[in-house]
Every structure is written in C-alpha cells, then in structure tokens.
C-alpha cells in the first residue's frame, strides 16, 4: 500500500443461522440492509455440503410493505425459486425469534403472500392459497415404462405418484431424476413425489428436489401436493399426519368446498440448529460446480 492510500473498510462479520424444517435444511441470513449482492453465487458456495455449512438452501429475509416481512429462496444450486414451504416456515421462526414479527406475520414470497403463527413449542403453521393447475390424469413415458401420477402447483410445480409397499425400501432417485427433468413438464420441471397412504388421515412421502437434483429429507410444498391430490381423489381426509424421509411428521389440514381444497394449513417444526457468522474459509478454496457435477454410469471396457 502507498503512502496515502487507505485500506478499504472492514465489514462486519455476516450471521447466520443454520435451520431445519423436518430435516430441509437452510441457511437462514437477515438482509434487511441488502448486504448480500451476489446471492446465487453465495448460495452455490454457502450450501455445498462437507466444504462449507452445507444445506438444501439459502433464504434471505429482507424488507417489504406488502407484508411483515419478504423472504427470497434460493435452491443450493443457487436457482431462484417461487416458494418453498419448510423455508417459509422457517423464516417465520427466525422473524419471531429475531424480533422482526410477533406469533402471527404475514410472508411474502415470489408465489404470493403466506400467514404465519408460531406456537409456544416454536411450531410453525402456514396458511396457504389453494393449490392450482392439478391435473389428475397426467401420464409420462420413462423409457420403455408408463409412470401413472399427477401434477399440481403449490407455489412451484409437482408431480405425485402413489405407490404401494414399503416406501422405505424402494431406490425413488432413477425414477425421480427421469420425472424432474422429463420434457413433458417443461420448461419449469417439477418435484417428484413418491407416496403411500396409511389410511385417511395418513400418508408416508419421499421427495426428488429439482435445484438440490436429490432427495431431501422433506419438502413442504411437496407435502401440500400430495395431500393435496389425495383429497381431490376422495382417498384422504383432513388433517392430514405426512411421515416424511427424516421420520419427523408434519401435519397438513384442509377444508373441501365444492370439490375444491380451501383452507390449507401446513404445521411442523422449524428448528434453529445454530448460529454463526460468513468467515473467508466458509466461501473459498473449492468450486461448487466441481463438486456438483452430474454422476454418469461408469462403462466398463
């Protein structure tokens, strides 16, 4: 440095906090100062699991008039996404526990405004518009095999496939990967949802992730659409207890009026698993996109 020049000027260390709603996990920053200004490139870097905190993805928490607070999500791979029911809920945990928002808020998100109430426990329950453009019928060809399932919009799009057996057991990636990108349900892609019921007021689930292209422990909006798609099928009755790949059960609960699901509320846990702040080792010294590139099948000469 020459005589004269200054150093540029310190910034504060950035917080966060690390969160989880029924084991889709989040980075979690409060950007109500608009401090992060490239937040896909963060996104991609602050997410990638084993080299930095890891999650499924990042939400930021920033201003709005239109309601108590906006949220952004981002995918972990660093995609905008319209909404995202488990970060939504944990963003209303963080808004409370941060004193940004009382137990009851209002959210908006790039699908819409959501309510938020969060109880004495910290669970946290959604009030979500009705679900829209469900077709019930919608098959797809997967190589020589014809999928049966059905799309439907919670916020961004899914496709749900009811199975049978032991849900646990079944290998759900091939299937999930050759639905989430299937050339039918472009250009956006969809979730896949793989679904048993255990009655009528129970269901197990396992979801493919389009921008994590992986199962996640949940999705929340994936929650929503299966249920969803059971009850406009008359198989399930509202509430609604969904197992999901973690073990924890969330809760969806639902009013029909006239064939047409009104009143649709998503309960479960939004969990703050710790809090820290950005260091330089959280950011550098690796390529996400190194580490995210795709798997092939090896071919043996």
């Known amino acids: ?23 889709n996990d989040f980075v979690v920053i409060d950007n109500r100062t608009g401090r992060v200004e490239d937040p896909s490139g963060l996104t991609r870097r602050i997410c990638t699991r084993r080299l930095s905190v890891g999650a499924d993805g990042l939400i930021l928490i920033e201003n709005t008039p239109r309601a108590t607070i906006r949220m952004r999500y981002y995918n972990s791979d660093g995609g905008l996404a319209d909404f995202c029911a488990n970060g939504t809920r944990c963003a209303a945990r963080f808004a409370f526990v941060n004193v940004m ?71 759900i990636d ?3 990967r050759a639905i989430r990108s299937h050339h039918d349900l472009q250009p956006e892609g969809a979730n896949a949802n793989f679904v048993v019921i255990r009655g009528w007021h129970a269901i197990e689930i396992r979801t493919y992730e389009r ?4 199962e996640t ?15 406009l099928f008359g198989k399930l009755k ?37 809090r820290s702040t950005v260091t330089p080792e959280t950011l550098e010294g690796f390529d996400p996109e190194f580490v995210r590139r795709p798997t092939e ?5």
């Open 1 to 23: 440095m020459t005589v004269g020049q200054t150093s540029p000027p310190k910034q504060d260390p950035l917080p966060f906090a690390k969160m989880a709603g029924a084991g």
């Open 101 to 171: 928002a009382g137990r009851r808020m209002t959210i908006e998100t790039d699908a819409g405004i959501v309510g938020a109430e969060i109880n004495e426990q910290g669970a946290v329950t959604l009030s979500l518009p009705a679900p829209r453009k469900f077709r019930p019928d919608h098959p797809l060809v997967v190589e020589d095999t014809t999928v049966h399932g059905s799309s439907i919009l919670v916020g961004v799009p899914h496709y749900v496939v009811f199975l049978r057996g032991d849900l646990w057991a079944q290998n």
């Open 174 to 176: 091939p299937l999930g």
């Open 211 to 214: 921008g994590v292209e992986a």
């Open 217 to 231: 422990l949940a999705c929340g909006s994936g929650i929503v659409a299966s249920v969803s798609t059971g009850a």
């Open 238 to 274: 509202s509430p609604v207890s969904v197992l999901t790949r973690s073990g924890i059960t969330l809760e969806v609960s639902f009013d029909v009026e006239r064939g047409e699901l009104q009143n649709v509320r998503l309960k479960g846990d939004a969990r703050i698993v710790y």
């Open 297 to 301: 099948r090896v071919e043996v000469p």
